[in-house]
């Protein structure tokens, strides 16, 4: 059983729409964090958010953590060929990281 | 400031064999984590190491194991290689233990088990 389970799994849509990409759990965390990893990279780190019913906004994306901090979602405005990647939501417990299922997401130019 | 790097990039190895993953950290961070990644899932804990003592350790075999040296570069190593073990392998550097000290990801070593 995952701890993190995300979805969608796979996502394809055109330039300029929106999407939404969530990050679910049965357990309770103090935080949380959304990482984009490029083929052949390592994760990015693009936020940390720590409070539940906190949204925070990193120019066209925009995360919110659950009230009862057990989920969260990643929302993309008019999403651009370089917002491709694989999205990872991850919480750190005790002395290690714990990643999401990720969702691969695909801009077509 | 150098990132995390990780040596070699990429890797081809025979089952059965022996392999040795390098990693340095950011300068100052000291602690180290191993983590796998098969392709199209979400990286796995394997090893954290802090101030050169193991500190964490995931669900994978004995064949796997991992060291920090003084100046906090690390070392995973795994033995008996299976086709299973095919997979990029992430090194983590952090300042400390705890999430708000950051953790950055170094590029990986894609390891292929032929």
């Known amino acids: 059983t995952q701890l993190l389970e995300q979805s969608p799994q796979f996502l394809s849509i055109q330039e300029g729409e929106n999407l939404t990409v969530y990050c679910n759990s049965s357990s309770v965390f103090s935080s949380l964090q959304w990482y984009r990893q490029e083929p052949g990279e390592g994760p990015v780190l693009l936020v940390t958010v720590v409070t539940g019913g906190e949204v925070k906004k990193l120019k066209r994306l925009t995360f919110q953590f659950g009230d009862a901090r057990k989920d969260s979602s990643l929302h993309i405005t008019a999403a651009q060929p370089g917002d491709t990647g694989l999205y990872l939501c991850?919480?750190?417990?005790?002395?290690?990281?714990?990643f999401g299922t990720g969702t691969s997401l695909t801009v077509i130019p | 400031d150098a990132g995390v790097t990780q040596s070699p990039t990429h890797l081809i190895k025979t089952r059965g064999q022996h392999v040795t993953l390098r990693c340095s950290p950011i300068s100052g961070h000291k602690s180290v984590s191993w983590y796998q990644q098969v392709l199209g899932q979400g990286p796995q804990f394997i090893f954290q190491?802090?101030?050169?003592?193991?500190?964490g350790r995931g669900n994978f075999p004995d064949r796997f194991s991992a060291r920090q040296f003084p100046n906090y570069s690390s070392e995973l190593n795994v033995n008996a290689l299976l086709l299973g073990d095919s997979a990029l392998y992430l090194c983590?550097?952090?300042?400390?233990?705890?999430?708000?000290?950051?953790?950055?990801f170094g590029s990986g070593t894609r390891l292929t088990v032929v």
């Open positions: 190491y802090y101030e050169k003592e193991e500190r």
């Open positions: 983590a550097s952090s300042a400390g233990q705890r999430i708000y000290y950051g953790y950055t």
């Open positions: 991850a919480v750190l417990t005790g002395n290690q990281f714990y």
